[in-house]
């Protein structure tokens, strides 16, 4: 087994910023790079960009880096797998789990290329969202469950950012237009109300002009019991 060269990172820590690795970038909630411990196995932060992104997406993330100065936004990091430490144990003793992040499971440009960024005073994050041919559902049209999948996730990291822990225990979303493939779109997520473990939360998804919306959605997180755990 290969020595150690970073510490192990807690998944909601990275997150938020709080434990080791590569060294955050200004704005960042997290590092750029992982280095899982026991496999000398490096997973890179996908929510920067790459080349499949279009001029559109790498504007809005240069506009929010730009606000991410000041400490009042800041990017959310994304990686492909969940660190060792926090999997279940499905995988043989030194050998990486088969096992993906669903939305950080295509090749680059694919499926799923996004970047958030949270703001953690007003607790809202907005996710830039460009869906890849491999997420068609009607010919040139955005599959509504790749649609789903992205309000999911950034509704969930919008109540992960307070710290908590959870899952997804209802979504119900109104597909009102239709998503052109590979187009850009801007989702909006807000926390409306915690009540004890339940996070509520809402979601609209527009163009980037704003003219159209193209969904809005609500959903219920719920952040584990300890005693169930
Ligand atoms: C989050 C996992 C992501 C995995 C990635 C890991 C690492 C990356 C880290 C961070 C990534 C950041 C963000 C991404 C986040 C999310 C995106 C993906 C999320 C998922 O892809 S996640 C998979 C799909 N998701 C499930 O697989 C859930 C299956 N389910 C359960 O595991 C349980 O069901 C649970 C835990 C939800 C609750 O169970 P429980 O035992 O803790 O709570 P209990 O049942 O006691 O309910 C307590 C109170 O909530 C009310 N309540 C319950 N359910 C309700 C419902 N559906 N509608 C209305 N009210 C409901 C009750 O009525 C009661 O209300 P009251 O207290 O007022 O009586």
Not at 162 to 172: D, I, P, Q
Not at 202 to 215: A, R
């Amino acid at each position: 087994m290969l020595r150690s060269c970073a510490p192990r990172l807690r998944t909601l820590g990275a997150l938020r910023g709080l434990t080791g690795g590569a060294r955050p970038a200004v704005g960042d909630a997290g590092p750029a790079l992982r280095l899982f411990s026991s496999e000398k196995f490096i997973d890179k932060d996908r929510s920067l960009p790459n080349p499949s992104w279009s001029k559109e997406i790498r504007l809005l993330f240069d506009q929010f880096m730009k606000k991410c100065e000041d400490g009042s936004w800041k990017r959310v990091p994304s990686y492909r797998y969940i660190s060792p430490q926090d999997s279940k144990p499905t995988k043989e003793e030194g050998q990486m789990s088969r096992a993906r992040i669903f939305s950080r499971s295509y090749d680059d440009g694919l499926g799923f290329e996004f970047v958030m960024f949270h703001n953690d005073v007003e607790k809202r994050t907005v996710c830039f969202f460009q869906g890849g041919p491999h997420l068609q559902g009607p010919s040139g049209l955005l599959h509504g469950g790749a649609l789903a999948t992205m309000i999911d996730v950034t509704g969930g990291v919008t109540a992960v950012m307070t710290g908590e822990f959870v899952m997804t225990a209802n979504l119900n979303i109104n597909f009102k237009r239709p998503i052109p493939l590979g187009s850009v779109i801007v989702i909006n997520s807000q926390i409306d109300k915690v009540e004890g473990r339940k996070f509520f939360v809402s979601c609209d998804v527009q163009s980037v002009d704003e003219k159209t919306l193209y969904s809005n959605a609500t959903g219920l997180f719920i952040s584990l019991d300890p005693e169930k755990k």
